[in-house]
């Protein structure tokens, strides 16, 4: 008996890498999954083609999806495809449907999709801002809030895992695009677990850290050391835990939890000791000054 038995879940970028484990995990211990994936380059560009390329009728961009779509079956398990790119409130309005038209409910979205266009803030263009953007915190909120509404309506419940990064909490060089979408999703989720306690709908965000074609451009990785101690099915088993009714029924909302490898953690926002003026007078420019380091320290 699959601890996800009896659930329904879409999981957005489900094509390759870490989104791929997610779903191949869920179909095994039960779930019957939506495999979403436009089947696109790693910077959001839609297979890597010429325009004058692409095979007619979506064939190539619906290839990624419907391989994983086919594992998942090979194996015994309950999976349908979904090719809309996330972004838009139509696209996510389409995902979810498919989940519907398909399986009658949803009780699960694991927000996963994402694009890389790394550059530095100096030479980054509007359309790398934008597109990053638009795709992990546009497609993030989109999908989170078509899926909330048909949870809220099902009135049983539901659960939503996001996907930030430590480029979103830590800050990363060369990615202020892709950062300043991660450290939205993470305010996304604390407002979203506040917001949807009421109808048992809980909301968590993972930041993982694991060996896919995103890690693999960034520089002072040892690549061959990573394929086995970060290799990405080390990452879907949280995912899994957090769409379980254990899960609901531990109150873990609005928790984002770092895992890297073997190690897991949760992240927390806090504050130093600081300073405090006892003597009745405002800070000046002059006294912040004077004690800058003791507002710094921990």
């Known amino acids: 008996m699959g601890k996800l038995d009896g659930k329904v879940a879409v999981i957005t970028g489900a094509g390759g890498g870490i989104g791929r484990q997610h779903a191949l995990l869920f179909a095994r211990e039960g779930a019957r999954v939506v495999v979403n994936d436009p089947g696109c380059t790693m910077d959001g560009r839609s297979d890597g083609r010429s325009d004058g390329e692409e095979m007619a009728n979506g064939e190539m961009r619906s290839m990624v999806a419907a391989q ?10 309950e999976a ?26 949803l009780d699960v979205l694991v927000n996963n999709a994402g694009i890389l266009r790394d550059r530095t803030i100096l030479k980054m263009t509007q359309e790398e801002w934008d597109g990053v953007l638009q795709v ?15 949870m809220v309506e099902q009135a049983q419940g539901g659960r939503i895992i996001n996907t930030t990064s430590t480029s979103g909490l830590l800050g990363q060089f060369g990615q202020a695009n892709y950062g300043a979408a991660k450290a939205g999703i993470y305010a996304l989720t604390r407002i979203a677990a506040q917001e949807l306690a009421k109808y048992k709908i809980i909301v968590n965000a993972i930041s993982p850290w694991a060996m896919t074609r ?85």
């Open 214 to 298: 995103m890690l693999a451009t960034t520089s002072g990785i040892d690549l061959e050391r990573a394929q086995e101690t970060l290799a990405p099915e080390r990452v879907s088993p949280l995912v899994a835990w957090l769409a379980t009714d254990a899960a609901a029924e531990s109150a873990v909302s609005g928790m984002v939890f770092g895992i890297e490898g073997n190690e897991l953690f949760s992240y927390r926002m806090m504050t130093t000791h600081g300073a405090t003026r006892h003597d009745g007078f405002p800070w000046t420019i002059e006294s912040i000054g004077e004690s800058m380091q003791q507002i710094i320290q921990w």
């Open 80 to 105: 349908v495809a979904n090719t809309d790119a996330v972004g838009t409130a139509e696209a996510a309005a389409s995902i979810m449907q498919t989940a519907l038209e398909a399986y009658g409910r």
């Open 136 to 150: 992990h915190l546009s497609g993030s909120f989109t999908c989170l809030q078509a899926a909330a509404r048909i």
């Open 68 to 77: 994983v779509v086919e594992e998942i079956k090979t194996a015994g398990g």
